[in-house]
Structures are given as structure tokens and as C-alpha cells.
């Protein structure tokens, strides 16, 4: 681990280009290896989600769309190009890491509340479930998660939690009844930490549905997820490369689901009942765990940080007429405007690129510094851009330092300054909420976001669209490309801008992730109608045949949804036209 100052103690490129040079040299023109990132973030105090870090490559892989690379999320894709991508092989630019953290660190520090989805429901019937079980026998621990025939509870979590005199909930049993339903929902609801692990020996389609449901609940969740591995069996049927990547992608969303809400996911049982057992010692969340507790942190994971990259490239290219992916100096200029301050003088923008600052990055900023004339790339803008915010900020916190003495000495005085200028607020309330508000555009509203099965699954378009669109109402479709294998941040804030959540589980996909989507806003409150279908006996899924132990557990998970739903007044269909008919009759309600 690599000792380093508070975030807001760097502002300019040179102190970015010192965290840069330990991980991938004295160059400004080498590259970040994916690998690499969330660890130099995290060595900078910066704490981005998983998510955050997938998005924000994705995004700098649009860099490459004009040499037959495949683009990042935010454009349209041809057919050639979406094909599975070793991460191994993306990387960010020096330019595009300085403008990255420039962002993260924008938001490093502040208390902001995560977006409240359009779709939220306003009823009692929560507070009620927990008057019923205010008596309820209390557990400090629930160890939910991979159930037969794994042993991590027997052989790991309860010789640690006797160790530690840990009450705990065991919800594994010899003998299973009925009658033991309400006892493990009673337990769960009211265990002070709910554990769960994901293991790679078994699917644990219900388990993960369940997680991403108290994901949204309880602030005292630890996640432990081990990653499957190529070859993968699950009680000894061999796992197909196909299924692999299905149960892949859903654990990564459930990952993505528990950092949207600054909830770390550990990848080790150990580690993971350390901090379980930090939390109930120090009465602390999850979200306080950090890296000496053996977590990795998230701060803000719902905040999209690579828009700032598409808005800069998009203004790149556009002036970008030539295509020779190079501006003149006017031309980066006119970018420069664009991007930070219409008002801008040229002798300013001349000012920050003959700085001392860039000139020590590399010998090409000394030629254009010296000469004012030569060519501008996207890289270096990104540069120009992260030094100028990055000394706005300097300056914002040399205020704020001098107010700090004033108030220490003249406290009075210093009240009054504070609320001159708005530098104190109530605690929980972002300093510059109204600020950060206004530099993150809202999405368009729409009336229906259409979740569930994509695939071979055509709901949308034979059933749900033609439907919505003659009773008028707008909609929208989640991305469905192979590289969008990930609830990143910008498709998460077009969900949170739907007043109705439609997910329609069919019976012609494996669906795991979108159960998990829907079990987690559920959760939230949101107004959620769900079609449900079950799996079929000797059932295919995109010409594979599924064994009768897939089956079993794809279908579990199927009843756990529905049970989930019916406890929290969610309707549940298993026909998509009816439930597509009550969508429209909901929204068009409401509307009135």
C-alpha cells in the first residue's frame, strides 16, 4: 500500500503525474493498465465504484472507433464489433487519467445524497413489517448466501463468529420445513449485519436476488463474491461458456447494485468477517469500512464521471474537421471555451499552457509554450482542462482556509462569512450540491423503463412498445450490446428518470442479472410491475439445453422474486401483454 495526502492537497497535473510515474513510469505518454486503476485511485484517496472504473473505460475506448476498435456505451455499435473484450487490453492516456480525477476529486469530501428514482413509491407498509417484528429474536449476524453443498459456514464463518462471541443466524439446516420461512425473513430483517457469500460452486440464483434486495435496505451488509473460472463445474455438470458468462455478468451487476450504495464487495471470506466483525465493535455501516479494514471503499458510485470525457471529445472531434485527430492552437482554444468557461481569454489559455506546471510533463508542451504555435491532441486537452480545474479548486480551498482561522479565532465573524458564502451547511447536505446538481444534466423523464430479458427475448419490441407507444406514453430500453455487461452510473441515472419499472423475466432467458435489478428496486420503493414465467422442462436457451439441476435453480429464483414481490404489494404477472396492459393503465393514471 503507497502512502499518500488527502486528495484535495493535490490540485495541479504535476502532483497527478507523481501518483502516475508509480505506477506506469516517468512518461507521460504510457498507459494505465485496467488492472491498475481502482488501485491508483484508491492510493489517492479517491474511491471509485467497479462500475465507475468499467464505465470510464469504456469510454476512453471511443478513442479508437476510427481504427476499427470497438467504441465505448455512449454510441451506436455495428455487429462486427460487439464481441466479447479481454480488459487486459484497455488502458487510460495520461490525459484522460488527469481528467478523471479531476472529477472524482470534485466530489471527494462532500456528503451528497444519492438521486431519488421518479419511481419511488410513498406507502406506510414498511414501517409496519417492522413494528411486527419488534419482537422478533435478534441475531448480530445473518449468514445468508451459497447454500448445499458448501461448507464456508461450518468450516470458516462459525468457528470465527464462536471465537468472537457473535450471535449468528444459520439458515442452512439439516432438515428444512415450511415453517422455517418466516423464521429466516424475521432473522434477516432484524440481524444487526447481514453476511452474504457468493461462492463459486454453486449458482446462487436466489441468493443473489435476496442480496441485491437487502443491498437496498440495510446499511450493514457485507458481500462476499468469488469469481467463477473458466471450466467451471457445479455439482459436477460442467458449466458451458455461455451460461459462464450469464452468471458472470449478473454477479457483476449485483457487485455494481451494492456500490451504487457505498457498499464494498470483498472477494475474501476472511476479510470480509473482519470487518463484519469492525462494524458491530465500532457500531459502524459498511460504507466506513476502508482499506486498512481490508474493504474497498466506494464513494458516490452513482456519480457518471466519464461524461466529462464524452462531453470533451464530442468538442474534440467537432472541430476536429480535418479528422487528423490534432487541433491548432485556435482550434484548442475555441475547445477550451467550450469546456470550461465561454468567457475564457486566449492570454489565459496561452498562460496555463506555458506554465511551469505542463512545461515539466514534456518536451512537447515546451514547444508549444515557447513557440505559441504547433498542434494540439485530445490527450494534451484533457491536460489543459484537468490543470485549469484543478487550480480553480486550489483557489476554492485556499478560501475555505482562511475562513477556517477566521473562525477559529473570531467565531462569530466567522459564522457570519460562512453564511455569507455558503460555505456551512446542515451535516448530510452537500456543500455544492446545487453546483454538482447543475454540472450532472438530468435525463429526459419517461414514463416506462423496460427491464427483464434481452437476448433471443423480443418482449419489447413484439409486445411492450407497440402497446406504449399507442396509449402515448415514452419509454426506455436499457442497452443490450455485449460490452454493456454492467449497471455503470449513466444507465443507472436513465432507470432512476422512469416512473414505472416493468421487468419481464421470460421464460426464453436465464435472467439472472434483471432479477437482481428488480429485486433491488423493489427494495427502494419503486412502482415496479413484474412478468414472471417460469423455465420449462427440457427448456433451450440459445441452442443450449438446459440440465434439470439449472432448471431447479433458475426457477427457485424465479419463486423467490415473486415471493419477494407479493411480501412488498408488487403486482406480478406471467403474461407479458397483461403486465405491459397494467403498465399503461398505471401510468396513464397517474398522469391525470
Not at 427 to 438: A, E, L
Request: include cysteine; proline fraction near 4%.
Amino acid at each position: 500500500m503507497i502512502c499518500c495526502k488527502r486528495s484535495q492537497e493535490f490540485a495541479k497535473t504535476k502532483d497527478l503525474f507523481e501518483f502516475w510515474k508509480l505506477w506506469v513510469g516517468p512518461n507521460v505518454d504510457g498507459l494505465l493498465k485496467t488492472k491498475d486503476v481502482r488501485s491508483l485511485f484508491n492510493a489517492m484517496k479517491l474511491f471509485p465504484s467497479q462500475s465507475q472504473v468499467y464505465e470510464m473505460i469504456q469510454c476512453a475506448r471511443d478513442r479508437d472507433r476510427n481504427h476499427g476498435k470497438c467504441i465505448g456505451p455512449h454510441r451506436k455499435c455495428s455487429e462486427s464489433c460487439m464481441r466479447p473484450v479481454d480488459d487486459s487490453e484497455d488502458y487510460l492516456t495520461f490525459g484522460e487519467f488527469c481528467v478523471l480525477a479531476t472529477e472524482l476529486r470534485k466530489y471527494s469530501g462532500k456528503e451528497l445524497c444519492r438521486p431519488r428514482p421518479v419511481s419511488r413509491r410513498n406507502d406506510r407498509h414498511e414501517k409496519w413489517v417492522e413494528r411486527k417484528l419488534k419482537n422478533s429474536c435478534k441475531y448480530q449476524i445473518f449468514l445468508g448466501g451459497s447454500c448445499n453443498p458448501t461448507t464456508w459456514r461450518e468450516e470458516i464463518a462459525i468457528p470465527f463468529l464462536k471465537q468472537n462471541k457473535i450471535t449468528y443466524y444459520n439458515p442452512q439446516v439439516n432438515r428444512w420445513g415450511p415453517e422455517l420461512i418466516e423464521l429466516e425473513h424475521q432473522a434477516k430483517t432484524t440481524a444487526t449485519v447481514l453476511l452474504f457469500v457468493m461462492d463459486k460452486h454453486t449458482r446462487s440464483v436466489a441468493s443473489m436476488i435476496e442480496a441485491a434486495h437487502s443491498s437496498a435496505k440495510h446499511k450493514k451488509l457485507i458481500l462476499v463474491v468469488t469469481p467463477f473460472e473458466k471450466g467451471q463445474e457445479i455439482l459436477e455438470e460442467r458449466i458451458t461458456d455461455r451460461e459462464l458468462d450469464d452468471l458472470r455478468t449478473s454477479r457483476m451487476v449485483l457487485q455494481d447494485l451494492a456500490e451504487r450504495r457505498s457498499i464494498p464487495v470483498f472477494d475474501d471470506l476472511d476479510k470480509a468477517l473482519r470487518s463484519a466483525h469492525q462494524i458491530l465493535e465500532r457500531n459502524i455501516n459498511s460504507m466506513d469500512l476502508t482499506l486498512e479494514d481490508g474493504a474497498k471503499p466506494v464513494r458516490h458510485g452513482h456519480i457518471p464521471l466519464a461524461e466529462k470525457l464524452i462531453q470533451i471529445r464530442d468538442v474534440f472531434e467537432s472541430l476536429d474537421t480535418n479528422g487528423t485527430r490534432k487541433l491548432t492552437l485556435n482550434e484548442a482554444f475555441m475547445a477550451f471555451k467550450t469546456c470550461e468557461n465561454p468567457d475564457v481569454q486566449y492570454d489565459e489559455f496561452l498562460e496555463i499552457l506555458s506554465g511551469k506546471s505542463l512545461s515539466d510533463l514534456s518536451k512537447d508542451w515546451n514547444v508549444i509554450s515557447e513557440r505559441r504555435e504547433g498542434l494540439i491532441q485530445f490527450d494534451q486537452l484533457c491536460v489543459v482542462l484537468a490543470e485549469k480545474s484543478g487550480s480553480r479548486m486550489e483557489s476554492k480551498r485556499n478560501v475555505e482556509l482562511v475562513l477556517e482561522k477566521i473562525t477559529s479565532v473570531f467565531s462569530p465573524l466567522g459564522k457570519v462569512l460562512e453564511w455569507m458564502t455558503g460555505s456551512n451547511r446542515p451535516r448530510g447536505v452537500s456543500r455544492s450540491s446545487s453546483q454538482i446538481s447543475g454540472e450532472i444534466p438530468p435525463c429526459e423523464s419517461k414514463d416506462v423503463y423496460l427491464g427483464g430479458s434481452c437476448g433471443s427475448s423480443t418482449w419489447r419490441e413484439d409486445i411492450a412498445i407497440p402497446l406504449l407507444k399507442k396509449n402515448g406514453l415514452s419509454y426506455y430500453a436499457p442497452q443490450t450490446a455485449k460490452w454493456s455487461r454492467r449497471f455503470i452510473p449513466s444507465e443507472s441515472r436513465h432507470m432512476d428518470s422512469c416512473r414505472i419499472l416493468l421487468f419481464a423475466i421470460t421464460k426464453e432467458t436465464r435472467s439472472m442479472a434483471a432479477m437482481c435489478m428488480a429485486a433491488h428496486y423493489i427494495a427502494l420503493g419503486c412502482q415496479v410491475v413484474l412478468c414472471v414465467q417460469y423455465l420449462e422442462d427440457d427448456c433451450e436457451i440459445m441452442g443450449e439445453k438446459l440440465s434439470k439441476l439449472a432448471i431447479q435453480d433458475y426457477n427457485r429464483g424465479r419463486a423467490y422474486l415473486s415471493d419477494l414481490a407479493n411480501r412488498e404489494r408488487i403486482p406480478v404477472f406471467d403474461n407479458v401483454e397483461e403486465a405491459v396492459l397494467k403498465v399503461t393503465q398505471v401510468a396513464t393514471k397517474s398522469k391525470r
